[in-house]
Nanobody, 121 residues
Framework: QVQLVESGGGLVQAGGSLRLSCAAS????????MGWYRQAPGKQRELVAD???????NYADSVKGRFTISRDNAKNSVYLQMNSLKPEDTAVYYC???????????????WGQGTQVTVSS
């Protein structure tokens, strides 16, 4: 079994910062791209940022210059440092990873349970 567990969400004032963490655990053979998505009420889930296994990053235009994604391959973990937060960043943030489990030779996409980020004005 493979699990993604997120932490670090919360309530912050506009202009503040938060750091999200996500750790993958279980019977894992390999991890490729890891990323963060978010879903605000009444909206579709959208990509915030992702990072390849060698560190290539990709950001949504709305967060460029404010958010930084990083990963620690030794810990099977991905992080999202969020600075200069705005009320429109309020959403449930989900961790995602493309993983080859130990029991099957194919890539599968896994999701965390989500963590709430609320930015007050």
């Amino acid at each position: 079994q493979v699990q993604l567990v997120e932490s670090g969400g919360g309530l912050v004032q506009a202009g503040g910062s938060l750091r999200l963490s996500c750790a993958a655990s279980g019977s894992i053979f390999s991890i490729s791209t890891m990323g963060w998505y978010r879903q605000a009420p009444g909206k579709q889930r959208e990509l915030v940022a992702d990072i390849g296994s060698y560190g290539r990053t990709n950001y949504a235009d709305s967060v460029k210059g404010r958010f930084t994604i990083s990963r620690d391959n030794a810990k099977n973990s991905v992080y999202l440092q969020m600075n200069s937060l705005k009320p429109e960043d309020t959403a449930v943030y989900y961790c995602n990873a493309d993983i080859v489990p130990a029991w099957t030779p194919k890539w599968e996409s896994y999701w965390g349970q989500g963590t709430q980020v609320t930015v007050s004005s």
